[in-house]
């Protein structure tokens, strides 16, 4: 397994941008799926984006969210823009081994977790 170190979580308006870091130790394959899930009060875990092979982002955050990543520093970024009070959340940050299939945003499939950054947008 991989120790993963989120951070960069805040309280902002609505409106307003932040970016989430994770830090990976340990060995990641660029092949490896790296999924940024969410968790708020009562709701299930849910993915937010990801990269595997290409990226992927849930419908919610399209065009305000972006994943990158940094290979050389093994760090995976979420840039979050325009945030809303529907985005407030426990973030975290996971990686899946390549040989291991399935869907980018399927919890259940990941092995790896950080310890989570708390997002929050008030209004």
């Known amino acids: 397994q991989v120790q993963l170190v989120e951070s960069g979580g805040d309280s902002v308006q609505p409106g307003g941008s932040l970016r989430l870091s994770c830090v990976a130790f340990?060995?990641?394959?660029?092949?490896?799926?790296m999924t940024w899930f969410r968790q708020a009060p009562g709701k299930e875990r849910e993915g937010v984006a990801a990269?595997?092979?290409?990226?992927f982002y849930a419908n919610s955050v399209k065009g305000r969210f972006t994943i990158s990543r940094d290979d050389t520093s093994n760090t995976l970024y979420l840039q979050m823009n325009s945030l809303k009070p529907e985005d407030t959340a426990m973030y975290y940050c996971?990686?899946?081994?390549?040989?291991?299939?399935?869907?980018?945003?399927?919890?259940?499939?990941?092995?790896?977790w950080g310890s989570g950054t708390q997002v929050t947008v008030y209004s």
């Open positions: 990269f595997y092979s290409r990226t």
């Open positions: 340990g060995y990641v394959s660029d092949r490896d799926c």
């Open positions: 996971a990686v899946r081994p390549a040989p291991i299939g399935g869907s980018w945003s399927d919890p259940k499939t990941f092995d790896s």
